[in-house]
Each structure stands twice: as C-alpha cells, then as structure tokens.
C-alpha cells in the first residue's frame, strides 16, 4: 500500500462521519480536498483535521435530521401535541377537581393502598396551577398559540413553586410522585410555540379523533394511577398487566399507523416511560415514599430514562421506517429515499 | 453573519472556485488568521447551498479527483452586500470615535 493511499483509506474511514446521501455527492470531492492539502509523505490525518471531520459530519447530520424533519411528520406531531395536551391537562383538571371535591373511594383506604392521584387531589395545597390549563387550551383552539403557550409556562412554573413548597414542608412523595404531568405540560409549551402550531394539530388530527384521544388519554393515565385502591401485590401486577398494558399496546398500535402518530408516541414516549416508572418504583408500598428508593432519587434516576427513551425513539424512527419501507435498498450507496408523509389517517 | 460565511462568500464573490481554492483563498483574504479545515468548509458549504446563498456548478476530474465549483447566488450577492454594508457602518462609527478617519473625536 502507498503512502497516498493509506492516507486515503483513513479520509475514508473518518467521512463515514457523514450522512449517505452527502457522502454520495461529496465524498471524492472531500477526499481530493484532504489530500491537496496534506504535507508531502504524509500517513495519516492531523489531529486537528481529524477533529474537524468528526465534528463536520455531526453538525452536517444535526443540519439533515432537521431539514429532513420538515418533510417526516415530526412539525405535524408536535402541532398535534400544541392541541391534544392542553385538553388532555383541562380534562385531568376537571377530573382532580372533581376528586377534590367528592373524593369518595379514595377516603376509606389508608395511604399505602390509595391511588397516587386521589391522594395527589386531597393533599395538593392549590389548585390554581391546574387551574390555568381549560383557559390554556380554550387560547390555543382560538389561534392565539403564543398567548395560549405563555399561560402554560406560567402554569407550569407556578407548578414548580407549589410542588417545592409541599416537598419541602410536608410531602416529600406527594410532590415528586405526579412528575409525569408536568413533562407534558413542556411538550405542550414545545407544540405551542414551536412547528405550525395548535390550528395545525387540530386540521391534522380532526376534531373527533382529538377529543377521542384527549379522552383516551386521561382514562390511561386515570386507569394506571387508580389502580392500586384496593389492589395490592400480585393482584395489581395482574390487572395491570393484564388490562392496562394490552390497552396502551392497542392504543400505541393504533397511533402507529400514520407517520405522525408515530412520531406522537416518540414524543410521549417520555411522560409514558415516567409514569412506568413510579409505578415500578412505587412496588410493593404502592406510593413512592414506602418504597426503599428516596422519591428524589428516583426523580434523578427517571429524568435521564426518561430523556433516553426519547432520544433513541426519535433517532430510530427514520432509518427503522426506511427499511420496512424498502429493506434492499437501504443498504445501496447514494441519496436515501425522500420521506412523504401521508395526512394522519394515511 | 459568521466569519466563515463571510470569507466563504467573499472568496466566490470573484469567481467560482473548487473547495481546495476556497480554503487557500480564505487563507489569503484573511492574511493567515483564519484557517478553513475540510470538514468546516464542507458543513458550510453544505448550509449556504440548503439557505440558497451558494449552488454547485461545472464539475471536473483533476488527477482523478472529482473537482466541483462552487457558485455565489443573487441571494448570496444580496446577503454579502448586506453584510459589508453593516460592517462599514459599525467600522465608519468606530473609526469617528477613536479619532482615526478625521470626524469629532
């Protein structure tokens, strides 16, 4: 081997560093590049321009992974979350309020054995984070997504500073153990501000579906946090397992035939992972704080899983779509096959 | 707009240039103070031909190495000419207060 092409050969090996489809239309141009400008009897590549490729390639993927996202369903997925979650957080508004006020089967079990939620609505000091939500969601529908997305900062702030006052006075459990909610709440400020916004989500989805999957996912999320009055043990795990899993695999499984719906559960795939895990964490105690794991702990242990889940979905979605789409030609050199997303249904 | 973009632009702004001539031209225009490495040139080449600014032109074998020049657009003549304006001004303004281009002091 000469000394050219040895240094050739590691040019190669570092714009493997680059997408496929730049790679096809630069590579040999790069390379030319590279060995014009290497010092005569040259091996192998400087450190620096070593660091440089590296650092060219990621921050030409970051560039594609964004512009390819334009034309991939991921806008259409967060308008669809700018107008599904502000009615999902109304509708659990609704729903704590009414539990505050006839709180009913959750009065009679002792706390071990209440459900996180009844006992999240007798204990929470204040109500008036939730408060903000129906408002939230009405602004949005209207078109006012700006307005409609600064109320739900407030909120979620105004979250922040009563859950901190109930961890730090009385609860510590109580104020970590409903953590899931306000990781919707940041994408529905994502979906509010960012992408083509609620008006968008909503011409994407259709009023009906909306509602329907609003309502669906306040009874999930109702049904996993309800479950534990009155069950305990081995009995929980089973209905759990049994009834609320196969539900939210039907229910994935349904969302998972448009391309926007798959992106949606890439993105709710983070407050999904989160409740899992106190539910996890909570057993056998059924609450966080009988559980041997301190409720900060496992807030710290939760938010990096939680981010991770959502990461490897996001990154696995494309290239996993385009080798069911086409599993031969995946594996060609040269551009890749431009995504077209079909409307939600399609 | 960065420095980069701005010597990358300048370089074209003459004529269409290959990557290599791009490098050694930035190299001169900026008098040695900025070095452009291939994998630098290449991400912005990659973003001013997505923004418009630039497109790729002729194409041609040197040693058995595709060649490919690079061309400034009318939008990238626009943004260039933008862009010297603004630095002129802020230099104009400069030079007034130290006193350097013979305005008030």
Known sequence: MTRSSELSDRYRRLLRWYPADHRADHEEEMLGVLLAAARPGQVRPALRDSADLILGGLRVRAAHTVAAADGTGWRDALAVTGVLLPLVMSLGAVRLALLWRFPGYGVSVSPPNMAWDVRFAQTHPDWSDWAAWPLVAVVALLGARRLAGVGAVAALIWWAVIAAQQYVRYDKAGAIVSVWWPLLAVLAIAGLFAGPGPRRGLTVLGRSKTLLMAVGMLLATATVTILPVGAVGAERVFVIRTWAVPAAALAAMLAACSPVGRRLLALLSAPATAIVIMQETSAPGLYPSYSPVDPVTTLFLMLPICVTVFVTAALALDPAERMLRNPRRENRPGRPPVDRPTPWGG | ?105
């Open chain 2, 1 to 105: 707009m960065r420095e980069p973009t701005f010597l990358i632009l300048t370089s074209l702004a003459a004529a269409p240039q290959h990557g290599y001539g791009i490098m050694t031209d930035v190299d001169r225009i900026s008098g040695g103070r900025v070095v452009l490495r291939a994998g630098t040139l290449y991400a912005a080449l990659d973003r001013l031909t997505r923004d418009g600014l630039i497109t790729a032109g002729r194409e041609e074998a040197v040693d058995g190495r595709l060649r490919r020049y690079y061309v400034i657009s009318d939008e990238g003549k626009r943004r260039l000419a933008a862009e010297v304006a603004r630095l002129r001004r802020n230099t104009e303004v400069a030079a007034t207060r130290l006193g350097l281009s013979g305005g008030p002091a």
